[in-house]
T-cell receptor
């Protein structure tokens, strides 16, 4: 079955640690996105990539980094510079600008 | 940039009634408007979408309408069922913007049996 796989489902981070969230898709989509969701709020764009080896900052990129070395993979690193990282992180992909997203099942990150 | 406002934030209806969720957008260049349903602990799922050259689209019990002049679009769910209970998000895209979606803040729909 085609889809997007995010791992892990739950992640706990200590203060000062960097952590990496995995996102893999087998839909052959060029575009991939990372969104952050906080309780009772909409989705805010962190980073996006339209093609391999290219990515752009979204609205809340500070404290995050990404890479796009393969079409299928778009990992997100939450660095120690992100002051409030506790949130639900969603990865998505799309076949083009006028098509909807396919979302992964999300990773819930908690700072301990 | 684009700004999307969504109302109401919560909506409670009796099973079998209709539910309507409304969104407004700010950028007249937006031309694609998807709607997503998110169940607890899961990622959002695309349920219906509409492009700017269409005024209305239906898919069984779900319909979406678009008023480009007023810059608003709405989701209509008829004959609601308890399994329709979820958070619904509207979004707006424009194709010169790399397919980035700007989302509304969501509507929590509760359908009472």
């Amino acid at each position: 079955d085609g889809g997007i796989t995010q791992s892990p489902k739950y992640l706990f981070r200590k203060e000062g640690q960097n952590v990496t969230l995995s996102c893999e898709q087998n839909l052959n989509h060029d575009a991939m996105y990372w969104y952050r969701q906080d309780p009772g709020q909409g989705l805010r764009l962190i980073y996006y990539s339209q093609i391999v080896n290219d990515f752009q900052k979204g609205d809340i990129a500070e404290g995050y980094s990404v890479s796009r070395e393969k079409k299928e993979s778009f990992p997100l690193t939450v660095t120690s510079a992100q002051k409030n990282p506790t949130a639900f992180y969603l990865c998505a992909s799309s076949s083009g600008p006028n098509y909807g997203y396919t979302f992964g099942s999300g990773t819930r990150l908690t700072v301990v | 940039g684009e700004n999307v406002e969504q109302h109401p934030s919560t909506l409670s209806v009796q099973e079998g009634d209709s539910a309507v969720i409304k969104c407004t957008y700010s950028d007249s260049a937006s031309n694609y408007f998807p709607w997503y349903k998110q169940e607890l602990g899961k990622g959002p799922q695309l349920i219906i979408d509409i492009r700017s050259n269409v005024g209305e689209k239906k898919d069984q019990r779900i319909a979406v309408t678009l008023n480009k002049t007023a810059k608003h679009f709405s989701l209509h769910i008829t004959e609601t069922q308890p399994e329709d209970s979820a958070v619904y998000f509207c979004a707006a895209n424009y194709n010169t913007n790399a397919g980035k979606s700007t989302f509304g803040d969501g509507t929590t729909l509760t359908v009472k049996p």
